[in-house]
């Protein structure tokens, strides 16, 4: 895999935790197993631009200024620039992915403000297994989530920051999962 010393230094446990869920998620909704072989492959890049992020914002348990966020989002700009000189099918999934994977269903997400289905579903599915597994995961600025409240906030974002049709494929996974 490219850019297997960056995931390295990066949460390479998220990204593949992310990366599976993305691909079970996909498959759910009956996309081809191309097309889910290319989101997985694509998800291990989601955050690959903070690595251009300073480790003292990265590990910040405080909340951050106005500026601190702005550059927190460039993320995303850095991670397409670090993809650019990459082709191929799955680096071009990557580059969807890390582009639209903080965009909102409500148009209120960045780089662009997308809205609705002007999102790329790859982006749309990768946004919420993104978003469970942070919350599920310690961070420097926060405890784990337990499952239930996990599930409660995800719930609560159909139609803010997810795709109401994803979110439902997406809680009735991890429901089936849970159950067994
Ligand atoms: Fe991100």
């Known amino acids: 895999m490219i850019l297997e010393n960056v995931l390295n230094i990066l949460d390479r446990y998220?990204?593949?935790?992310?990366s599976d869920l993305s691909m079970s998620l996909a498959r759910h909704l009956g996309l081809s197993e191309r097309e889910v072989g290319l989101i997985g492959q694509g998800a291990l890049y989601h955050d690959i631009g903070k690595i251009a992020i300073p480790t003292s914002l990265l590990e910040s348990k405080d909340k951050f200024s106005e500026e601190e966020r702005r550059l927190m989002?460039?993320?995303?700009?850095?991670?397409?620039?670090?993809?650019?000189?990459?082709?191929?099918?799955?680096?071009e999934a990557a580059k969807v992915i890390v582009v639209s994977h903080h965009e909102r269903w409500d148009g209120q997400g960045y780089p662009y403000g997308l809205?609705?289905?002007?999102?790329?579903?790859?982006g749309r599915i990768v946004a919420i297994c993104d978003v469970f597994d942070?919350?599920?995961?310690?961070?420097?600025?926060?405890?784990?989530?337990?499952?239930g409240q996990v599930l409660d906030y995800i719930k609560s974002?159909?139609?803010?920051?997810?795709?109401p049709r994803l979110t439902e494929a997406f809680l009735q996974i991890i429901y089936e999962g849970a159950a067994v």
């Open 14 to 18: 998220h990204a593949r935790r992310v």
């Open 73 to 91: 989002q460039r993320h995303v700009e850095y991670g397409l620039s670090i993809l650019s000189v990459y082709t191929g099918e799955v680096m």
């Open 115 to 122: 809205m609705g289905e002007k999102i790329p579903l790859y």
């Open 134 to 147: 942070a919350l599920c995961s310690e961070r420097p600025y926060k405890a784990a989530w337990p499952l």
């Open 157 to 163: 974002q159909s139609e803010k920051a997810f795709d």
